[in-house]
């Protein structure tokens, strides 16, 4: 195996395994094109209990955002996300990744990932992040709530396999929260997780 490849495999393990590389390309309506209003898709999944918490002191990520976690989803910390070497990992649009959620252990196959980006309005971190990602479309933005605080959400698809994430601006930064998947059954299965960290995220 290539130096380099061992180098990235050690850095950012759970990115790599999941086989994600994150690209800058694609586009997305610009922000006075965006459907406010318009929900995303319902699920059938029974809603997701908190069975730990993300983002405070003492946990697996220190994030300027914290939230419930559902049982079995296991949080890990990235590895050095700012060292450019990784940059086609680490990186999406504004957008640095922090932490990585494995829902495997609760018996999927996804993840949610926190990326945090610049202070500026949640929106247009959201937007920029959605359009690095090479293969983005039928992308609809509305303006939500994430817990007590302002958020945006956007539901897209990539190469035909659902995506949605939110946004939260903080004094520290903007906050993405992104769930991906294997396939389409495996995103609506983890969906009550994700509607559960958007429920119970809090600023600091």
């Known amino acids: 195996m290539p130096e380099r490849a061992r180098a990235i495999r050690t850095a950012v393990p759970a990115l790599v395994a999941a086989g994600l590389l994150l690209t800058a390309c694609g586009t997305t309506p610009k922000p006075d094109d965006r459907a406010a209003g318009a929900a995303p898709r319902k699920t059938t999944a029974p809603a997701a209990e908190a069975a730990a918490t993300l983002g405070g002191s ?63 309005p949640a929106w247009a971190a959201l937007e920029g992040f959605v359009r690095a990602e090479k293969g983005s479309s039928a992308v609809t933005f509305r303006e939500t709530r994430a817990g007590a605080l302002p958020a945006t959400e956007v539901t897209y698809t990539v190469h035909d396999k659902e995506e949605r994430a939110f946004a939260v601006a903080t004094p520290e930064g903007t906050v993405i929260v992104h769930l991906g998947g294997l396939d389409a059954d495996e995103h609506r299965a983890m969906l009550p997780a994700y509607e559960l960290a958007k429920s119970t995220t809090k600023a600091g």
């Open 58 to 120: 003492g946990t697996a990520c220190a994030l300027p955002v914290s939230f419930a976690l559902a049982e079995g989803w296991e949080p890990k910390a990235v590895k050095d996300p700012e060292n450019p070497e990784f940059a086609a990992l680490t990186r999406q649009g504004p957008a640095v990744v922090r932490c990585e959620v494995d829902a495997k252990p609760a018996g999927n196959i996804g993840y949610l990932r926190v990326w945090t980006a610049p202070k500026g």
